[in-house]
T-cell receptor
């Protein structure tokens, strides 16, 4: 059974600061997704990481995947208030069973 | 393209009532998923269908049944609703062919069971 752990669960940070969200998972997975969810809304796709060593960047967010360590990171550079949301990672388990991490609620303060 | 659509958007049920949540996608995706999200929590997988004609249990299947009616449609049925099933239900689809493999989510169905 694929287990997914995100750290931290809650993150309050100042605008302009950098921080990293970690996603650890328990079994082999060659694909991992990152999503953003605003309160009361559905999920918005941020990144699809398809292989070991994959790195993708969009604006102030950068995601990476290390399949050997079973670890993905989402790095936030110079945070702004608009990044306040909940972020989820989703590794692809066996048989295309997609299991979410618990989410990281990010609050960026002016 | 409409993407992933879900009906209804909101529903209130009494304990013991039954209902079916509908999901459809127009992207020709092979795989479809049903998740539930309880307040302040992450999403938990209820059932999924890796391809037309197949369905598999996820983490929390008890109390639910699913039907993959065709490639486009994947429905979730609550036979006898319970207050513990009060949640937001999301449907999603993904194609494993090609290089994108992006998973698309529907807008959600907010279900309250009293």
């Amino acid at each position: 059974e694929l287990k997914v752990e995100q750290n931290p669960l809650f993150l309050s940070m100042q605008e302009g600061k950098n921080y990293t969200i970690y996603c650890n998972y328990s079994t082999t997975s060659d694909r991992l997704y990152w999503y953003r969810q605003d309160p009361g809304k559905s999920l918005e796709s941020l990144f699809v990481l398809l292989s070991n060593g994959a790195v993708k960047q969009e604006g102030r967010l950068m995601a990476s995947l290390d399949t050997k360590a079973r670890l993905s990171t989402l790095h936030i550079t110079a945070a702004v208030h608009d990044l306040s949301a909940t972020y989820f990672c989703l590794p692809d388990g066996a048989g295309n069973m997609l299991t979410f991490g618990g989410g990281t609620r990010l609050m960026v303060k002016p | 393209n409409a993407g992933v659509t879900q009906t209804p958007k909101f529903q209130v049920l009494k304990t013991g009532q039954s209902m079916t949540l509908q999901c459809a996608q127009d992207m020709n995706h092979n795989s479809m998923y049903w998740y539930r999200q309880d307040p302040g929590m992450g999403l938990r997988l209820i059932y999924y269908s890796a391809s037309e004609g197949t369905t598999d249990k996820g983490e929390v299947p008890n109390g639910y049944n699913v039907s993959r009616l065709n490639k486009r449609e994947f429905s979730l049925r609550l036979e006898s609703a319970a207050p513990s099933q009060t949640s937001v239900y999301f449907c999603a689809s993904v194609s494993w062919e090609g290089s994108s493999n992006e998973q698309y989510f529907g807008p959600g169905t907010r279900l309250t069971v009293t």
